[in-house]
């Protein structure tokens, strides 16, 4: 199983950047595909985007289209999700998740292993 933890989160300004990271320990990380999702307060999780095994395919979410870019580098056991132009609806617990499934996945129970999460704040 992976084991996966998230940083890079913090307070930023409307319009700024944030690079959020997802490590992972275990052998079986380059098997696996990553997604990030994210919950803001009374909300339900959602999709923000994810990618495959060896990051030939990534799919985004329709909240962070066009302002958001993941990336992957097995050999460091890292996922990247790079957001820019936030907002301040972007504000939200940032996850990262494993998928057994090699492809893509935008539904959350397609995920086997979560990581605690990181707080996104953008102020106005």
């Known amino acids: 199983q992976v084991q996966l933890v998230e940083s890079g989160g913090g307070l930023v300004q409307a319009g700024g950047s944030l690079r959020l990271s997802c490590v992972a320990s275990?052998?079986?990380?380059?098997?696996?595909?990553i997604g990030w999702f994210r919950q803001a307060p009374g909300k339900e999780r959602e999709f923000v985007g994810s990618?495959?095994?060896?990051?030939?395919?990534?799919i985004y979410g329709d909240s962070m289209k066009g302002r958001s870019t993941i990336s992957r580098d097995n050999a460091k056991n890292t996922v990247l999700l790079q957001m820019n132009s936030l907002k301040p609806e972007d504000t939200a617990i940032y996850y990262c998740?494993?998928?057994?499934?090699?492809?893509?996945?935008?539904?959350?129970?397609?995920?086997?292993?979560w990581g605690a999460g990181t707080q996104v704040t953008v102020s106005s």
């Open positions: 990618i495959s095994w060896r990051g030939g395919t990534i």
């Open positions: 275990g052998r079986t990380f380059s098997n696996v595909s």
């Open positions: 998740a494993a998928s057994r499934r090699r492809m893509p996945m935008t539904m959350d129970s397609s995920y086997d292993s």
